[in-house]
């Protein structure tokens, strides 16, 4: 079988606490799988070391009559292509997006800084909205492909009630994930209903700018506490996870495209409230598998926490809806052997 060459940021393999890193790590693993001769070159820190870029553009021109999968952030992504354009101009790169700002960022650019593009043979974008933008900008050779997870491990979800109702937040810990709003409807619910009736634990990476604010608001909230980091690379962590009845993603980050967490709150079985920014809509199915409420509304938020406080029957029959809709996201079905027949235009074996 030919040989494919990978480029992309999978940090130290270890670490899932950022979503480049967790969804490089399910992709090498997956072309691992489907191409026995796969050559990776991290770019992990290659903006600070030259040799890693060095190294990129070796192994690119090598592989420069093979196939070749791209897959790191806009900006990165951008640079990269605009240096292979330049040097390599007769090459083509699949290009697996990772977030939802490539279309805006493209709109924004001048059409002479648009043409480096034309160098990408696919786009891989991850929500439909995506590709229908990029169609807009004239784009034709862009194909829908939805975040992916190994489902290795189906955690147990009791469907017992329990009190208090637990929630959850699995994500960076910076003010655009939600986390103020999160804490605000907390304190709001705590003084109609008291705070024994539910908890909320959040689980990530502190941002060093937000550190301080954020300890001393939750530290201020007696039913609400931060509880570190929950590396769900351990799958057995899936079981911590299913132990909440719903997850918070409140979310106004512009970055935002297709976060993989959504589909680690399915596999445990954890409905969610989430915010219809970006192209949350399209994933989480409104009053099936969560609650869509709007962009930085508190009230909205309280509002859909209570409900769930309230009635827990609605959360125990989201679970099972959240489990069906979890295996259309399994990486060997979303990345299976006729997609990459497809963009790669070969027999996979």
Same mark, same amino acid.
């Given at each position: 079988m030919e040989k494919i060459l990978f480029i992309g940021d #999978?940090?130290?393999?270890?670490?899932?606490?950022?979503?480049?890193?967790?969804?490089?790590?399910?992709?090498?693993? $997956?072309?691992?799988?489907?191409?026995?001769?796969?050559k990776h070159v991290n770019t992990n820190n290659w903006k600070k070391n030259?040799?890693?870029?060095?190294?990129?553009l070796r192994s690119i021109w090598q592989y420069r009559k093979k196939d070749i999968i791209i897959s790191l952030n806009t900006y990165s992504s951008y640079k990269l292509i605009k240096i292979v354009k330049r040097l390599f101009p007769s090459i083509r790169l699949n290009y697996f997006v990772i977030g939802g700002i490539l279309p805006n960022f493209i709109s924004q650019l001048e059409m002479k800084q648009r043409e #480096?593009?034309?160098?990408?043979?696919?786009? *891989?974008?991850?929500?439909?909205?995506?590709?229908?933008?990029?169609?807009?900008?004239?784009?034709?050779?862009?194909?829908?492909?939805?975040?992916?997870k190994k489902i290795a491990y189906i955690p147990e979800k009791s469907t017992e009630t329990s009190v208090p109702f637990r929630f959850v937040f699995l994500s960076r810990i910076i003010p655009e994930k939600? #986390?103020?709003?999160? @804490?605000?409807?907390? $304190?709001?619910?705590?003084?109609?209903i008291g705070e024994d009736k539910f908890l909320v634990h959040f689980y990530g990476k502190i941002d060093d700018?937000?550190?301080?604010?954020?300890l001393k608001i939750i530290n201020e909230i007696p039913n609400a506490e931060y509880k570190g980091f929950l590396n769900l690379a351990d799958v057995s962590n899936y079981d911590v996870l299913a132990s909440y009845s719903a997850m918070l993603f409140p979310t106004f980050w512009k970055g935002e495209?297709?976060?993989?967490?959504?589909?680690?709150? @399915?596999?445990?079985?954890?409905?969610?409230?989430?915010?219809?920014?970006?192209?949350?809509?399209?994933?989480?199915?409104?009053?099936?598998?969560?609650?869509?409420i709007k962009s930085k509304n508190v009230d909205e938020l309280a509002n859909a926490m209570n409900s769930f406080i309230c009635n827990h029957s609605k959360v125990a029959?989201?679970? $099972?809806?959240?489990?069906?809709?979890? *295996?259309?996201?399994?990486?060997?079905?979303?990345?299976?052997?006729?997609?990459?027949?497809?963009?790669?235009?070969?027999?996979?074996?």
């Open positions: #999978c940090g130290n393999f270890k670490n899932t606490s950022n979503g480049v890193y967790a969804k490089n790590i399910q992709l090498f693993n $997956r072309l691992k799988e489907v191409f026995v001769t796969l030259p040799s890693v870029l060095l190294n990129v #480096c593009y034309s160098i990408v043979k696919w786009f *891989m974008v991850e929500s439909q909205e995506m590709k229908r933008k990029m169609e807009l900008l004239g784009y034709k050779n862009v194909i829908h492909i939805p975040n992916f939600g #986390c103020d709003l999160i @804490m605000e409807a907390t $304190r709001r619910i705590n003084k109609e700018s937000y550190e301080s604010q954020f495209g297709f976060p993989g967490i959504l589909i680690d709150a @399915m596999i445990a079985g954890t409905p969610v409230i989430a915010s219809e920014w970006g192209y949350n809509t399209e994933i989480i199915e409104n009053g099936t598998t969560g609650i869509i029959e989201m679970t $099972r809806h959240c489990r069906i809709q979890a *295996m259309e996201y399994d990486t060997a079905k979303v990345l299976n052997k006729d997609l990459f027949a497809k963009i790669l235009k070969k027999e996979i074996e």
